[in-house]
């Protein structure tokens, strides 16, 4: 079962619940050709605003993707990551009409799950990061637990075990940042949004964002010096 089906059913009796519509599927053939569908969500977030929270299940299925990595990325387990984007998107419903279109609604949406990710942090602490996993492919077997990430066919076993543990070995480094350093290499080294989007998010100045980020790279490269050695 994919990631998108578990948070949006666990979710869907309190939308729905809250709603002043009962539930309604939008196709999703209908969704794919509508020309707005790669960039644009204005005409869903409206109908949500209007009272249609069948709409909102569109709006999960674009962005759940990107903010469980923003999630997984900050705390650095999967269940909480989980719990973290669940929390986000019924805040984000919650809250929708209040959005105003200021900035772009996945902005908006993204500064919603980066908060929710910094309190889960704050009260929970850094968790150790476990298995590497892939956030794209559905978990085998059917089962709620992440998937891994599926090996190469020309990879040996010492191949994999090296990659593995360099992986939890980069991961344990980004998971040793302050947090106000993490989030910002996160969004910016890892996720790729532009300094624009993420002062944005984080309501902080473009001169914050670049110099948080300036020392997030040094303290991560000293950090993988004492792992790696020069680099």
Known sequence: METITIIWRSMAHLIFR?????????SHTEETHRPENRDEDSQYVSLCQGGEPAAFEVLVRRHQKRMFNIAYRM?????DAADVVQEAFLSAY????KFRGE????????????NHAK????????KAYHEPVSLDDPPPG?????AMDPPSQDSSAVDLLMQKETQEKVQGCINELE???REILVLRDIQGFSYEEITQMLGIPDGTVKSRLSRARCALKDSLKKVFGDL
Do not use: C, M, Q
Request: aromatic share 8%; glycine share 14%; no cysteine.
């Open 75 to 79: 705390t650095g387990d999967y269940e």
């Open 119 to 126: 309190n889960r942090v704050r009260h929970t602490g850094s």
């Open 142 to 146: 059917g089962k709620d637990g992440p």
């Open 18 to 26: 809250e709603g002043t519509k009962s539930p309604l599927r939008l």
């Open 179 to 181: 947090k106000e350093h």
């Open 103 to 114: 900035a772009k609604f996945s902005t908006w949406l993204y500064g919603i799950v980066v």
């Open 94 to 97: 919650r809250t929708i009409k």
